[in-house]
């Protein structure tokens, strides 16, 4: 879904197991996380991904502006760790960063799945989504929002409730948010 942009952000690039995936198939690809520990470990691990670049960044603080206006952005398994109140500002600084024709690409769990995980997982899921939320939030900042649904390694447009985890693709940001300088 990424291939041939030009410049590609990872919001919570975690370990960054898929930034070799990604990178091979993007021309700059920064990989951003809030935590610098995270960050300088992932940094050491793939210093090899020549077109990556390693940088703290917290998306509920402010728009990314390293790079100018971002081809793309992508956050998997970031959304449902992140404190509901912060959420709007979250996603509002995330698109910022986007270019006017720029693709975003939130993955998270289904909140119906929610009841099969283990009390560990429950405890750090703090912010789950059904189909309807996850694309009533999207759609609050893209005019356009394509969800698919996943069980296992199947991507599909299935049955929603049986999802075990959604991928929303939005595109067609709507206006930018001004701010105060």
Not at 42 to 55: G, I, K, V
Not at 151 to 174: I, K, Q, S
Request: hydrophobic share 40%.
């Amino acid at each position: 879904m990424l291939e041939g942009r030009r410049t590609v952000m990872e919001v919570g690039c975690g370990d960054g197991i898929g930034l070799p995936v990604i990178a091979q198939s993007v021309q700059q690809l920064y990989a951003t996380d809030w935590d610098q520990d995270i960050i300088d470990d992932a940094q050491q691990r793939l210093a090899f991904l020549e077109n990556c670049c390693f940088q703290r960044y917290d998306a509920t603080q402010q728009p990314f502006r390293e790079a100018g206006p971002l081809d793309a952005i992508y956050l998997l398994d970031v959304l449902e760790h992140l404190d509901p109140s912060l959420e709007r500002e979250f996603l509002t600084n995330v698109t910022d960063s986007l270019s006017d024709d720029g693709v975003c690409i939130i993955g998270t769990p289904n909140i119906e799945a929610a009841r099969f995980s283990t009390p560990q997982s429950q405890a750090g899921h703090i912010n789950l989504k059904s189909h309807e939320s996850l694309r009533a939030l999207a759609e609050r900042h893209f005019k356009q929002v394509f969800l698919f649904c996943m069980n296992d390694e199947v991507l599909h447009t299935g049955f929603y409730p049986m999802a075990h985890y959604f991928l929303a693709l939005a595109v067609n940001r709507r206006s930018r948010v001004t701010r105060p300088s």
